[in-house]
């Protein structure tokens, strides 16, 4: 029997307080969003009123929909601190709405004139764009639906841009385009495809929105796992009520915005701690290299040395060891200084996080698509550290780690389920070749993943060359335990 199954029944949460008049439309409520944008809006609203209410859109599952509505937008924030659970009810949503069922109503509350943000968290594919050029994909079903038929759109880009048109002809001004997805570039990827959209429709709608609409950058964090039935059972049995739309997430929050909105309104969220920049790419190299990098490294040595969780890893002092050595020796000097950050205590702050037992991050599920993400994550920091002349120690370990992993076989003589789009090739090139330093070479080798300056550096090849060699023959602790020692391969 579950968690919630033994409880007696509990009384649904309910809104304490008046909502605030809705001054921004968000699409796509999910977890994530309710976890941070939410309550920075709560905060900001609390420290300085305004009337910066949510009008929270659903553009394609009712889910988040059928949990607030009948809590009038009300939820609890869970903060899974080392020293235990933090519960706040966050009252910001003032308004909740289902794009499929009613589309006009989205559209009548995307042109209000007291809306001056609209705001997104709908994932990478909410954009109907191509990857790896960023352009909006004129074939997209959705975006084929949204050209032929304006007036109902179905997409993110379908109604920001029906919206934006509305505006434009009754004279009202536009609203800010505030992309918070976890994404390189957000504000410019969805300034692209509303353009894309605006020029398929009309080029004087498109002239218009690229003279007056601002799609600010930013850059977003903060660990956000998926809500259990324990976790719901958990509060109605702490808190005595019972909430499916709450949201649990680890205590650490950043939000990083570019300070560039239509006339200037928005709210306070610096109350709540973000940060108003001039420039966000600093940033989201800091977090890429600092955050995303070391996780990698910690997931594929981590996993290798039977590790099941990040926090299981950096309990290891080896491998705590090796986070600050790859900061300071290898990461930290490719970072170019963000405007007002402490880089150091940035890192600080990432062991912290990384030590929070409350937030199982499985190294298994970090690992995965790793072919996607080490160019990212790791080679452009080992492009940079060679363009200098500095050596990568760590960096070539983990990159050596990964060359491992997607071998399929670990430590024990165990089968890896390796999980990437590259994993079936990349297993047939490693078996091709019987010796550590043959494997390296045909690895290097592939395009998809290293470019062709990295693959052909004599001196990196050789450190990969060497630490899988060391893998294999001393195992993944030992090595790291000798490199943070200061010990050679």
Not at 187 to 193: F, I, M, N, Q
Request: aromatic residues 6%; hydrophobic residues 40%; contains cysteine.
């Amino acid at each position: 029997m579950s968690m919630e199954a033994s409880l007696p029944d509990r009384p649904r949460l309910a809104r304490s307080a008046p909502a605030a008049k809705v001054g921004i439309v968000h699409l796509g409520p999910g977890a994530f969003f309710r976890a941070f944008q939410a309550i920075y809006t709560e905060d900001a609203m609390v420290a300085h009123g305004g009337d910066w209410g949510i009008c929270a859109v659903s553009l394609k599952s009712p889910a988040a929909c059928d949990q607030l509505e009948p809590q009038d937008g009300a939820y609890t924030s869970v903060t899974l601190a080392p020293e235990g659970r933090r519960y706040r009810v966050i009252g910001s949503i003032a308004r909740i709405l289902a794009a499929p069922e009613d589309p006009q109503t989205v559209l009548d509350a995307l042109t209000s004139p007291e809306v001056r943000i609209v705001s997104l968290t709908i994932t990478e594919k909410g954009y109907c764009h191509e990857p790896s050029t960023g352009m909006l994909r004129l074939d997209h079903p959705d975006i084929r639906a949204d050209i032929e038929t304006p007036s109902r759109p179905v997409s993110a880009p379908g109604f920001l841009v029906e919206a934006l048109a509305w505006r434009r002809a009754e004279g009202r001004p536009p609203f800010t385009v505030l992309s918070c997805d976890n994404l390189p570039n957000n504000g410019r990827l969805v300034r692209g495809v509303v353009l894309g959209l605006a020029r398929a429709r009309d080029p004087e709608l498109a002239a218009w929105i690229e003279q007056t609409v601002r799609f600010p950058a930013t850059m977003v964090d903060r660990i956000t796992p998926a809500t259990t039935a324990d976790d719901i059972a958990e509060l109605a049995r702490t808190e005595g009520y019972h909430d499916p739309a709450c949201v649990v997430h680890e205590p650490f929050r950043q939000w990083v915005i570019e300070d560039d909105f239509t006339d200037g309104a928005r709210p306070s969220w610096d109350a709540g701690g973000a940060q108003f920049v001039r420039d966000v790419a600093p940033f989201e190299t800091m977090k890429l290299r600092c955050l995303n990098g070391t996780h990698s490294a910690l997931a594929y040595l981590g996993y290798l040395a039977g590790h099941e969780t990040i926090a299981d890893a950096v309990a290891d002092l080896p491998f705590s060891a090796l986070c600050r050595q790859l900061w300071q020796t290898e990461i930290l000097p490719t970072v170019p200084q963000p405007e007002g950050e402490d880089l150091g205590a940035y890192c600080d702050a990432l062991l912290e996080r990384y030590c929070n037992p409350a937030i199982s991050h499985r190294t298994w599920q970090i690992a995965m698509d790793g072919s996607q993400k080490l160019p990212q994550r790791l080679l452009g920091t080992v492009q940079d550290n060679l363009a200098q002349g500095r050596p990568v120690p760590g960096l070539a370990l983990a990159v050596a780690a990964w060359m491992r992993y997607v071998g399929g076989i670990d430590e024990t003589g165990g089968v890896i389920d390796v999980r990437d789009p590259l994993a079936q090739r990349l297993k047939a090139v490693s078996d091709g070749a019987a010796e550590p330093a043959g494997k390296v070479a045909a690895l290097l080798a592939v395009g998809d993943v290293f470019p062709k300056g990295i693959a052909a550096d004599p001196d990196f090849r050789e450190a990969v060359s060497q630490a899988y060699e060391g893998l294999c023959q001393r195992g993944a602790r030992a090595m790291v335990a000798a490199l943070t020692a200061g010990e050679p391969n």
